[in-house]
């Protein structure tokens, strides 16, 4: 830069900080790629985004590690660890208790202890009213209710861990008071009411309690739920005995005042407004140590939210889209390179959509009409590569036409002519005039006899119908993809080359159907026998009539005889082998075609013997002929055919 002059030029250190995470064009080709090959539409633009672009990373690799940390949460320990530590805690306080008592001499009292039930639970409800004789005891004893009471409330509430410090009554008051606000909260946002205002002095008043500092009721709701349901999570994956014992131990620990009734309350309507979390279903967790109940919960919260992270990447469910995923539990979870993934699919996402590659619908993504062009120009450009140098034959007439193609030439202007103006050779002429009587080369001034017009080739147009085999056959010997790669690289030369052509495609199998170019795209196989040629060539004769001043083309790609035919009532018959009236009314429909004038040409392929009876039958009766090509090489067949037989009528 020099003063206010600047140089542009390409980034030369290293990869273009601007540049879009994806090769938007790459990602279609790759796609279209997919599809030539026969694949399902639907299926490549979802494996675009589950395995990624070429050198990316997708949803199944994002899903496989949140699978591998799920079954590594499951093996991180047992959950009975609040149980276990409880009754190693009352252990070591009976015995503190016994060398305390015999050092007094105090038989009754050990009687005593030696009559407890061999339940932890029951034993620690017992000793509730007992008078202690060792203060060590009492200690070992007050951590067993004080430290689970501690955890079941620092496991809901992530704020209130230095407020939980022993039993202090203005904390449980305080505690019970937030809870009262809390769940009055709740219940006014469950019956629809406007929320805001209370939930901004909730806050103000009750923050501290919530150290995430949730931005909205909703958010709120959602932290509290998932740690609710992590905890009913516990107890459902505890054996029966387990559960009645960390139960009867829970209730102890929160005792007889209002935060226990509090607590239950608050979590039948956090129940009611996510429905949706796995409240009770339980999980096998096990793992060489044993986990309290805050690790314990938690870790069930971790599996819980990988639970719904796998359904998330999974994307099964109707309208699944990538925006589903939640990006925040993915940095929690798998981190901030995963996380930076799904951004970056997201973004691919976004921009094919932007730029008018793909378009959403109910069922996902599908490809545009953009798209389809850039994908019909590939099946063709791979077409072309075996026709290029062939003349094509494109039928010429010998009379000029104004409607016609350019040749380059021109003549001199007549009364009545329609063709274009040839304006370069027009004012030529009549500079060429003008400097020829000695005057200057301006002003030009036009004369009639310094008019010339272009002169043109009209072409005769056609109308042509394309019936494809879609029978399962065709995918199973391995043909779907070069059907498509064909039917769309001649749709796509019609459109451009031909566009006075008609074109419609027909896709058979137990029954006909016209396909878009889209349709054809997306189309997949069924798993139906039968393969109706008569519905198909009953359709492809409704569309030559409807062009009725066009050179009339069938073409028909299949791999199998006629097994199939429409009834009266419009269902489809299906036998195997062929019967005789399957036969007779396909014929039927080649018949009129023929009488019609149309050329009908049949590309079989494969060798099935009666497929090859019945297609020199047709030749014969019709005209037409008959191309058994190699798979690799129907493309060029069709296409090459499709040319030369546009000859115009005689």
């Known amino acids: ?4 002059r600047f140089r542009y030029g390409a980034w030369r250190d290293g990869p273009d900080p601007l540049a879009p995470p994806y090769d938007v064009r790459a990602a279609v080709d790759e796609v279209g790629e997919r599809v030539l090959g026969g694949e399902s539409l639907r299926e490549a633009l979802r494996d675009l985004v589950r395995r990624g672009p070429r050198d990316g990373r997708g949803l199944d690799d994002l899903r496989a590690r949140a699978q591998r940390l799920r079954r590594e949460v499951l093996r991180r320990g047992n959950l009975d660890g609040a149980v276990t530590r409880a009754r190693q805690l009352l252990d070591q306080a009976l015995a503190a208790e016994r060398d305390e008592l015999r050092e007094r001499g105090d038989p009754f009292r050990e009687a005593v202890l030696d009559t407890l039930p061999r339940s932890t639970s029951r034993a620690v409800e017992e000793l509730s009213g007992y008078d202690w004789a060792s203060a060590r005891a009492r200690d070992l004893y007050r951590q067993i209710l004080d430290g689970l009471r501690r955890e079941v409330v620092e496991q809901r509430f992530a704020g209130l861990r230095d407020a939980l410090r022993g039993r202090d009554p203005a904390t449980d008051a305080r505690l019970a008071e937030m809870i009262g606000d809390l769940t009055d909260l709740l219940g006014r946002h469950a019956r629809g009411e406007d929320t ?3 939930f901004a002095r909730f806050m103000a008043r009750h923050g501290d309690f919530f150290p995430e500092r949730p931005a909205s009721v909703e958010e709120l709701i959602d932290s509290l739920a998932r740690r609710a349901a992590a905890a009913e999570r516990l107890l459902r994956s505890l054996s029966p005995q387990q559960r009645e014992e960390l139960s009867r131990l829970m209730d102890q620990a929160l005792g007889d005042g209002p935060l226990r009734d509090r607590l239950a309350e608050l979590t039948r309507h956090l129940r009611d407004l996510r429905p949706e979390l796995a409240w009770g279903r339980g999980e096998r967790v096990r793992g060489p140590g044993d986990l309290g109940y805050g690790d314990a919960a938690a870790a069930l919260g971790e599996i819980g939210e990988l639970d719904e992270l796998l359904d998330q990447l999974g994307q099964e469910y ?13 940095e929690r979870q798998l981190g901030r390179d995963a996380a930076d993934d799904l951004r970056r699919l997201r973004e691919l996402e976004r921009e094919l959509r ?19 062009r850039r994908l019909g120009r590939t099946a063709l450009a791979r077409v072309f590569d075996d026709l290029a140098g062939r003349r094509r034959g494109e039928h010429d007439l010998r009379d000029a036409g104004a409607a016609g193609d350019l040749i380059g030439s021109s003549r001199r202007w007549h009364f009545g002519d329609e063709q274009p103006l040839d304006v370069v050779r027009t004012v030529g002429n009549a500079v060429r005039r003008r400097a020829g009587h000695g005057a200057g080369l301006l ?13 043109t080739e ?11 085999d879609l029978s399962y056959s065709m995918l199973a010997d391995g043909r779907w993809g070069p059907m498509k790669q064909t039917a769309l690289a001649l749709s796509h030369l019609v459109a451009t080359r031909f566009p006075q052509d008609s ?31 008569q519905h198909a060539l009953k359709l492809a004769g409704r569309h030559l009539r409807r062009h009725p001043g066009a050179e009339p083309v069938v073409l028909v790609v299949t791999d199998g005889e006629p097994t199939a035919h429409l009834e009266a009532d419009g269902e489809a018959f299906f036998s195997w082998p062929t019967t005789p009236e399957t036969v007779r009314l396909t014929v039927r429909e080649v018949d009129q075609l ?5 050329t009908l040409n049949v590309f079989m392929l494969g060798e099935d013997p009666g497929l090859r009876r019945f297609v020199d039958a047709v030749a014969q009766r019709s005209g037409g002929r008959v191309f058994s090509p190699d798979v690799s090489e129907l493309g060029r067949y069709v296409v090459d055919d499709y040319v030369r037989s546009r000859r115009g009528r005689r």
């Open 354 to 372: 932007r730029q008018g590659w793909v378009t959403r619908d109910d069922a996902g993504l599908t490809l545009s009409p953009k798209a389809l």
């Open 443 to 455: 002003p030009v001034r036009l004369a009639p006899e310094d008019f010339e017009v272009a002169e």
């Open 458 to 468: 009209r072409r005769a147009s056609a109308v042509v119908a394309l019936c494809v």
């Open 503 to 533: 074109l419609q495609i027909v896709g058979f199998g137990r029954h006909a159907m016209t396909l878009s170019q889209g349709e054809l795209a997306a189309v997949e196989p069924e798993l139906v026998q039968g393969t109706n040629l």
């Open 318 to 330: 109707p309208g699944a889209t990538l925006d589903d995923v939640d990006v925040q539990a993915v």
């Open 594 to 598: 023929t009488r019609y004038g149309a």
């Open 196 to 198: 805001g205002d209370a």
């Open 1 to 4: 830069m020099t003063g206010d």
